[in-house]
Nanobody, 121 residues
Framework: QVQLVESGGGLVQPGGSLRLSCAAS????????MGWYRQAPGKQRELVTS???????NYADPLKGRFTISRDNARNTVYLQMNSLKPEDTAVYYC???????????????WGQGTQITVSS
């Protein structure tokens, strides 16, 4: 059983910063790409950023320069540093990872439970 557990959400004022963490646990053989998605009220879930096991990153264009993804492969953890937050960044943020479980022949996609980020004064 593989799980992704997120932490670090909350309420922040415009212009503020937050750091999200997502730790993978369970019977894991290998973790491939990890990433973050978000879903605002009334909108579809969208990709925020992703990072491969080798450290190659990909960002949604509007978020480049404000958000930074990183990962600690030894801890099976991915981080999202969010700076200069805006009210339009308000959403539920989901961790995502492609993981091959122990004994599995192929990778599967896993999701975290989601963490609410509210940017408001």
């Amino acid at each position: 059983q593989v799980q992704l557990v997120e932490s670090g959400g909350g309420l922040v004022q415009p212009g503020g910063s937050l750091r999200l963490s997502c730790a993978a646990s369970g019977s894991i053989f290998r973790i491939y790409t990890m990433g973050w998605y978000r879903q605002a009220p009334g909108k579809q879930r969208e990709l925020v950023t992703s990072i491969t096991s080798g450290g190659t990153t990909n960002y949604a264009d509007p978020l480049k320069g404000r958000f930074t993804i990183s990962r600690d492969n030894a801890r099976n953890t991915v981080y999202l540093q969010m700076n200069s937050l805006k009210p339009e960044d308000t959403a539920v943020y989901y961790c995502n990872a492609e993981i091959q479980g122990s004994g599995a022949w192929s990778r599967s996609t896993y999701w975290g439970q989601g963490t609410q980020i509210t940017v408001s004064s």
